[in-house]
């Protein structure tokens, strides 16, 4: 690599400007599986590309790279790149989206050399079994501070280190976190050997680095929002003087913020899992009430009256729905928020903060017609109100600029519109763009002049991304706009804190020290990773200094040699059993515990169960949100369910998931036991509870195996109970009229001898048989006195 640009075989000539730090750090990463921490704007996907060509060219023939990226416009925006930079035939560069048939990815990961995919989707396919990654030889996670928890990142790197010949991972991100606890997780869900950081302040990144002018900007909360606050702080204190009454709280006159109603509302539910008094079950809707009003303060303080109008629509529908919460309902009952509501109806008063970006906005354009500006909000409701307010103005052209998810009377965008305004955006047809937290990540707008913040966010990540929008090539100016003393004030705080300890942390790993501080911090440590770390050279010998760059070595948990553990993994994964898996059920963490098992998932749209594990056995698996919901919604009736799997398997289950059955909906105990206690001894159908996704994957598995392997029984998704006698077959048609179960079939059944004397009986004979009241005979002379009327 020489010259002006950088230089290589399956490069086009002139496409990659040669940067020292950019050349540094691509060979670091191609000598250990590395996290490149590296500020917006610097180029890491040039890194990314550098590595690439690299190890494609090491590689071979048949050697593939797998580049994900979070989002599609992400997606499309570095295969874009790849075509233009790689000189190799662009349809061996591909693009994996939802929008890609399942059945045309297997055949176009036969053929591609570079697969650029969101990572659900490569997760999908690993997990149909449609491809391996042994051919890969490296895989870039773009955003890789995201590599936690279930995030679809996380399987594939443990796929990817089990499958592929000669695996190597490169992480890359802005952000990774403001704790050592936060980076040793992206670290470990990765594989990451080493982690390599640079800031604004090395002297080979400082000559490209632009200024960025961060202005804070306080505006005062209006009269008319000062009065909607007043009412609503009413509301909290009541409920919270409640609590106090309760001897839930120890003080009436206590302010609680967002995280301790959270705590609170947790040592609720663990009161009442463990048989507490009725008395848990008020408070805890209490705790709701607190929490649905704190939020209308928030938006009446911060976002202004149209986005809280929204907000008690929304309430308003909730408490007239059946399934609405009781907490919903009493609120709607309180004078004060009527009022409350009253006034935020009859108000036209705009929020000083969307006549300031309208200003500052205007007066950037002015300056310079041909700026950029990006104006980031929490809301939708409030990035709809700017974009109006910002319409009127002449000069500014807006767009607004959501996610996917549509929410009520707010239809979300696609992936294509997505694209399709960004690409407007850069052409000039728009020079505004309101955006949510959608545009956070990776946006390719490098003349971006503008950033404004319409409120700060505390996470320390999301506003390093927000900040990285401007100043790429040239001086970017942000501005933060802050209500005075709301909790506006809070979050930048919060943000401040958060972002200076994440530098901290990034400098001690500069310093040698990162290795120190993750011990020293995260108490969770596993002792094999302990023992790990402690078979390694000091740490303060691992920092090799070099060209500016910091480089920490760190060595993953490594119990036994990576090939001997792959041929392990693989002779554990053929074992013969296989589990029949509704589609719907592919997001779940079942079905990734169910392959660490080593079973085998056929992925189908099962019309009956989710599971099916033989001839005879089918699951149905319910969340204990799911199970509640169940309870109330009459399109999803959860014995419909069980009497359907009933007449097609022999030994149909229902799985319970998870905890709070009893804390989650304002339900009676009693009530709950009665459902689950029919379901067993009406119907017939064992119910198990396991405590998450993990023991419910032991359970499917455990019988799965017992079925196929103890028992030699072969998996069928319609498994019809041929051996169903003559009264069971009564008994079910009978049990399949709304309002009759098993136990009134059968005694419908003795009473009237056959199922045509059932149909032909008056609803006064009908109300003679036990347990057969006026509604139930009622329902029954409907379902058989009724006219067929099919739904067109």
């Known amino acids: 690599m020489s010259g002006d640009f950088v230089s290589h075989p399956l490069l086009v000539p002139n496409t990659v400007s040669s940067r020292s730090y950019q050349e540094t750090l691509s060979q670091k990463a191609l000598e250990k599986s590395s996290l490149i921490v590296l500020p917006t704007g610097l180029g890491k996907t040039i890194i990314a590309l550098l590595v690439i060509l690299n190890r494609l060219q090491a590689g071979g023939p048949g050697a593939k790279v797998l580049m994900l990226s979070p989002t599609k416009p992400l997606v499309e925006q570095h295969a874009s790149f790849f075509r233009k930079a790689m000189a190799i035939d662009p349809e061996k560069i591909v693009v994996f989206t939802g929008s890609t048939p399942p059945e045309e990815r297997a055949d176009l990961w036969d053929k591609a050399t570079v697969i650029v995919s969101t990572p659900q989707v ?82 080979d990144v400082a000559p490209y680095i632009y200024d960025k002018d961060v202005e804070w900007i306080r505006v005062n909360v209006p009269d008319k929002a000062n009065e909607i606050r007043i009412l609503l702080e ?45 008395e848990s079950y008020k408070a805890i809707s209490v705790v709701a009430e607190i929490m649905k009003v704190g ?107 959501v996610g996917q998810a549509s929410k009520l009377n707010d239809k979300g965008l696609s992936q294509k519109k997505q694209v399709e305004i960004l690409d407007r955006f850069r052409a000039g047809e728009y020079n505004t763009l309101i955006a949510t937290s959608v545009a956070e990540e990776g946006l390719d707008i490098p003349s971006t002049d503008l950033v404004l913040f319409y409120e700060p966010v505390p996470s320390e990540i999301r506003s390093i991304q927000r900040r990285g929008r401007t100043g790429r090539n040239t001086v970017g100016r942000v501005v933060v706009l802050i209500s005075k003393g709301t909790r506006d004030e809070a979050a930048y705080r919060s943000s401040q804190s958060k972002e200076r300890k994440m530098y901290k942390t990034m400098q001690n790993m500069k310093d040698g020290e990162a ?26 010998d691992a920092a090799v200094m070099t060209g500016g760059s910091s480089t920490v070595s760190l060595q993953p948990p490594s119990p036994a040699s990576a090939s001997q553990a792959k041929l392990e993994l693989f002779a554990a994964r053929d074992n013969g059993v296989t589990v029949l898996t509704d589609t719907r059920e592919m997001r779940s963490q079942v079905v990734k515990k169910l392959e ?73 105990p009693a009530a709950i036991q009665g459902i689950i206690a029919s379901i067993t001894i009406d119907y017939g159908v064992p119910v198990l509870f396991t405590a998450d996704e993990a023991e419910t994957a032991s359970y499917i598995y455990s019988i799965a195996r017992r079925e196929q392997v103890d028992r030699k029984r072969s998996v069928h998704p319609h498994a019809t109970k041929a051996s169903q006698t003559l009264p ?25 001898g056959s199922v045509k004397k059932i149909a032909e009986a008056s609803a006064e004979e009908l109300t003679a048989v036990e347990r057969v009241g006026p509604k139930t005979a009622a329902r029954i002379r409907e379902i058989m006195d009724a006219e067929y009327r099919p739904r067109e």
């Open 122 to 203: 490569i997760e999908n396919d690993l997990l149909c079994r449609r491809f391996t990654l042994e051919d890969v030889t490296v895989v870039v996670f773009d955003e890789a501070h995201r590599a936690t928890g279930n995030y679809a990142y996380v399987y594939i790197a443990k796929r990817y280190m089990e499958q592929a010949r000669s695996p190597l991972v490169l992480g890359i991100t802005a952000s990774p976190g403001s704790t050592p606890e936060k980076i040793n997780e992206v670290r470990e869900s990765l594989a990451i050997e080493r982690v390599e950081v640079k800031t604004e302040n090395d002297p």
């Open 234 to 278: 009413a509301i909290v204190e009541d409920r919270a003087k409640k609590l106090f009454e309760m001897g839930v709280i120890y003080s009436k006159n206590i302010v609680l913020n967002k995280k301790e109603l959270l705590l609170l509302q947790q040592r609720l539910q663990a009161a009442i899992a463990r048989g507490s008094s009725p």
């Open 295 to 401: 939020h209308a303060i928030d938006l009446i303080q911060t976002q202004g009256v149209l986005p809280l109008r929204r907000y008690f629509e929304r309430m308003k529908e909730e408490a007239s729905t059946k399934g609405g919460s009781k907490a919903t309902r009493r609120l709607f009952e309180d004078a004060r928020l009527q009022h409350a509501m009253r006034v935020t109806n009859e108000t036209d008063e705009v929020n000083p903060k969307t006549e300031k970006v309208a200003e500052i906005v205007l007066e950037q354009l002015q300056a310079n017609p041909a700026s950029k500006v990006i104006v980031f909000t929490n809301y939708r409701d409030t990035a709809d109100v700017v974009a109006k307010r910002l319409a009127e103005v002449e000069g500014i052209k807006p767009v607004r600029f």
């Open 515 to 540: 290795m120190a501080g993750m011990l020293e911090h995260n108490s969770e440590f596993s002792q094999a990773t302990i023992d790990d770390i402690a078979e390694e050279p000091p740490v303060e």
């Open 596 to 668: 660490e098992h080593g079973a085998k998932l056929d992925f189908r749209t099962l019309e009956v169960g989710d599971y099916v594990l033989s001839d005879r056995v089918c699951i149905e698996r319910k969340t204990t949100d799911d199970f509640l919901s169940t309870i109330f919604d009459a399109n999803r009736n959860m014995f419909e369910q069980i009497i359907n799997m009933k007449h097609e398997f022999l030994r149909p289950m229902l799985i319970i998931e998870g905890s709070g059955l009893y804390t989650k909906r304002r339900i009676s």
């Open 728 to 752: 069971e077959r009564q008994e079910y048609l009978v049990s399949a009229i709304s309002e009759v179960g098993p136990v009134i079939a059968k005694n419908l059944l003795r009473h009237f």
